[in-house]
């Protein structure tokens, strides 16, 4: 009888330590989704900034946002170079990422 105790005491903590490392997973993997959302909202925002495709900046990088399901929540454009801040909820988590964008040399 006490082997059966032990046997189900740690097939338990083996069934909680899984479920913790799959939502750090999850939370890892939406945080990396975050940060593409970024980079991509941030390139078209660069891009309509020096005409290379229509429309107006920040709206382009709210469509991006959106695109990776994020949710554009700043977009700031100094000339030609283009930063934006994109935010998500992962499991009850925010999950935010900025990036910047525009012609090479300039967006250091």
């Known amino acids: 009888m006490a082997g059966t105790v032990t046997v ?44 290379a495709v229509g429309g107006e900046p920040c709206e382009r990088a709210a469509e991006l946002a959106r695109a990776g399901d994020a949710e554009l929540v700043d977009c ?10 994109v935010a998500a909820e992962v499991l009850r988590f925010h999950a935010t990422a900025s990036a910047r964008a525009g012609p090479p040399g300039r967006a250091d």
Request: with cysteine.
């Open 8 to 51: 189900a005491g740690i097939v338990a903590a083996c069934l909680v330590l899984t479920t913790a490392l799959a939502a750090g997973g999850a939370v890892a993997a939406a945080g990396q989704r975050v940060a593409a959302a970024a980079d991509a909202a941030a390139l078209a925002a660069a891009d309509a900034a020096s005409g």
């Open 76 to 85: 700031t454009l100094d000339g030609l170079v283009a930063t934006v801040t």
